[in-house]
């Protein structure tokens, strides 16, 4: 159990594009969605923290308005990057939390966005 | 600030040689510990978590951690590696409630024949 999904596993955009990442827990419900963004080689880098029904809390130096996070459902949370240039160009990590006695976080397989 | 650090940037050994990847945090009380690997090209897996209790962990694929709270530290150890097990190691801790994993940078582990 505890599969998360993402959807699309790859995607290559223009340049002032937007583009949406899913996210989906496929077996359970998730209290929080959180996104991560690794550049090559790299650690993960949290981006947000999002709750079902509220909106999601951004880090430091993360754009609240270029990377739109919707967390509409217990199962779905969507990552839109909107008006992508080459530098938004990382791979893209969902994590799901469930609350089942001690929080556990699932990782889903990440999506490799290239913005051209 | 609640940090991870992750002491080797790039680990070689040979087959069947031990592993000791270091893992250290900053003070945060309480806290959650976990080591994920990521093999080329593919995603994160967990390999072992440390929430209360024994110490020792006991992982997948013959891996074992050690949490040593006066040390601040969760180190991952295998006694013997093989050439599969080359990948990314991340340690990650939880500080808080339910707060999201923060990350180490990484230990690349290059195992060769």
């Known amino acids: 159990g505890a599969v998360v999904s993402q959807h699309p596993s790859r995607v290559i955009c223009k340049s002032g594009t937007s583009v949406k990442i899913e996210c989906r827990s496929l077996?359970?419900?998730?209290?929080?969605m959180f996104w991560y963004r690794q550049f090559p080689k790299q650690s993960l880098m949290l981006m947000a923290t999002?709750?079902?029904?509220?909106?999601?809390?951004?880090e430091q130096g993360v754009e609240k308005d270029k990377f739109l996070i919707n967390h509409a459902s217990l199962t779905l949370s969507t990552l839109t990057v909107t008006s992508a240039h080459p530098e938004d160009s990382s791979f893209y990590i969902c994590?799901?939390?469930?609350?089942?006695?001690?929080?556990?976080?699932?990782f889903g397989p990440g999506t490799r966005l290239t913005v051209l | 600030a609640q940090s991870v650090s992750q002491h080797n940037h790039h680990v070689i050994l040979s087959e069947a040689a031990s592993l000791e990847l270091g893992c250290n945090y900053s003070?945060?009380?309480?806290?959650?510990l976990f080591w994920y690997v990521q093999y080329p090209g593919q995603h994160l897996q967990l390999l072992l978590k440390?929430?209360?209790?024994?110490?020792l962990v006991k992982g997948i694929k013959g891996f074992e951690a050690e949490f040593i709270k006066s040390k601040f530290s969760f180190n991952l150890r295998k006694p013997s590696v093989q050439w599969s097990d080359t990948a990314e190691y991340f340690c990650?801790?939880?500080?808080?409630?339910?707060?999201?994993?923060?990350f180490g940078k990484g230990t690349r582990l290059s195992v060769i024949a």
């Open positions: 994590s799901a939390s469930v609350q089942r006695g001690l929080q556990e976080q699932f």
């Open positions: 077996d359970f419900q998730a209290t929080t």
């Open positions: 999002s709750n079902e029904g509220s909106k999601a809390t951004y």
């Open positions: 003070y945060g009380g309480t806290v959650n």
């Open positions: 440390y929430f209360s209790g024994d110490p």
């Open positions: 990650a801790v939880r500080f808080s409630g339910n707060t999201p994993l923060v």
